[in-house]
């Protein structure tokens, strides 16, 4: 029997692309730390119609009121999870790499506020704890990629994801336009709470998606890497060692049908909550 992917009705067609790694390992955090500095540079920085250095200078020289405690009205407002963003906080927030570091791109409405209907927002975020070492989450806004995400910028994503697996050693990750929320498509399907799925991430995929990793134990219980790259229903497999494979389902982001989803769930049925 195939996995029901149906989310609950009525739902929004997908508007965020979300990138997702987990994992149980003990990490290089310099390393980290440069691979968390990129993403955010390379990935999330580009998508804001300002530059970095403007939105500091404007933040430098803003005085929040009352009616507009976030920034200038219309404009957009960079944080870090300890505050406000500048240069050096962000250094010293990279060269620390406190626990749990969040860097967000916000959208303001015409009184300096997060604009939550129709509004943008970007952000990657680190969790780091004992209980589930590292989960590193990475979102952006459709409509920051004005309508169309290029197979350049699409690129870049898969080649950060990359890098970012191999860094953390990953239990598993993907990559996948979302509907927003800590649970996946197929979490929220079949029921499958964030705590059980996050301490089963080693040995069950949270689902089928555009771009899925898959840790060792779980490409075992497929088969092993040569079974997996053969009878994989995806247009390409890449091996990223010690056991690590990454399943692209389509060429492109955008174009994901759900046959091909049906497909790939029917084949990832034994790691599947």
Do not use: N
């Not at 059980?196 to 555009?210: D, I, K, T, V």
Request: charged share 15%; with cysteine; aromatic share 8%.
């Amino acid at each position: 029997m195939s996995t029901d992917l149906t989310l609950p009705r009525p739902v929004s067609p997908p508007h965020v692309v979300r990138l997702e790694l987990d994992t149980f390992t003990a990490v290089d955090r310099p390393a980290l730390a440069t691979w968390f500095g990129a993403v955010f540079t390379d990935l999330l920085a580009p998508l804001c119609p300002a530059s970095v250095e403007e939105l500091v200078s404007v933040a430098r020289d803003y005085m929040p009121s009352d009616t507009t405690p976030w920034g200038p009205p219309g404009y957009a407002r960079l944080l870090l999870s300890s505050g406000d963003f500048t240069p050096s906080s962000w250094h010293a927030a990279l060269t620390e790499l406190p626990s749990f570091l969040r860097v967000q791109l916000v959208q303001l409405d015409f009184q300096g506020l997060p604009l939550v209907e129709d509004g943008w927002c970007a952000e990657i975020l680190l969790k780091d704890d004992p209980a589930f070492p590292h989960q590193v989450v990475v979102t952006a806004s459709r409509s920051l990629f004005g309508g169309w995400i290029s197979h350049a910028v699409q690129q870049d994503w898969v080649s950060k994801f990359r890098s970012g697996a191999s860094l953390l050693r990953a239990s598993g990750g993907w990559i996948t336009l979302d509907r927003v929320g800590v649970r996946t498509a197929h979490e929220v399907a079949v029921g499958v709470g964030l705590d059980e799925s996050l301490f089963m991430a080693a040995e069950l995929a949270r689902g089928p998606h555009w771009a899925t990793l898959l840790g060792p134990r779980q490409v075992a219980a497929l088969g092993g890497v040569q079974e997996v790259c053969v009878t994989a229903p995806c247009r390409s497999v890449t091996d990223l060692g010690g056991g690590r494979l990454l399943l692209q389902l389509t060429e492109h982001l955008d174009d994901v049908p759900s046959q091909a989803v049906d497909a790939l769930a029917k084949f990832l049925a034994p790691v599947l909550h």
